[in-house]
């Protein structure tokens, strides 16, 4: 519903000719629909984080017995994947002749996560969804379905 000015709208309502009293009482239903939708909370945003599922059809993953974390990016659909590593290796270089890079130079890719600015990492066409590593949650890749025995 497109949302118009209480002002507009008393305007015109006098443009229309229609007595101050009915003008008077139209805006004051206004006002008090619109305080009552202020009133009407919705629920705040689910916090959402960021996790990536490994497939892990043999089990190698899982009987390492130990977590992995990792980083999710995002590059453009003309990049080859195999390349994001060398991308973020040309934009912690970039950063590192920079003042800031020479002064405190990246080393990881967890620093250069951390610590290159977006606008380094998206010259070299790599865009980091987050500064944070996500846990890797290794998974066989079939969905289980239900047996006859389970029905009954």
């Known amino acids: 519903m497109a949302k118009a000015d209480i002002k507009l709208?008393?305007?015109v309502?006098?443009?229309?000719?229609?007595?101050?009293i009915q003008v008077a009482k139209i805006i004051?239903?206004?006002k008090f629909e619109v305080e009552i939708s202020k009133e009407e909370t919705?629920?705040?945003?689910?916090?959402?984080q960021y996790v990536f599922v490994v497939s892990d059809p043999y089990g190698k993953i899982e009987s390492l017995g130990c977590d992995f974390a990792g980083w999710v990016f995002q590059i453009s659909d003309d990049?080859?994947?195999?390349?994001?590593?060398a991308q973020i290796t040309n934009a912690a270089s970039d950063f590192n002749i920079t003042p800031k890079g020479r002064k405190?130079?990246?080393k990881t890719i967890d620093e250069a996560v951390c610590f290159v600015p977006q606008k380094?990492?998206?010259?070299?066409?790599?865009?980091?969804?987050?500064?944070?590593p996500v846990l890797v949650?290794?998974?066989s890749g079939r969905i289980p379905f239900p047996t006859h025995e389970d029905f009954e």
């Open 13 to 20: 309502l006098k443009r229309a000719k229609l007595d101050s």
């Open 79 to 85: 990049k080859a994947p195999q390349n994001v590593i």
């Open 28 to 30: 004051e239903d206004i």
């Open 104 to 106: 405190m130079p990246v």
């Open 120 to 132: 380094i990492l998206k010259e070299s066409g790599v865009w980091a969804k987050h500064k944070e």
């Open 9 to 11: 709208v008393e305007l």
């Open 137 to 139: 949650i290794p998974h």
């Open 42 to 48: 919705t629920e705040p945003p689910v916090k959402k």
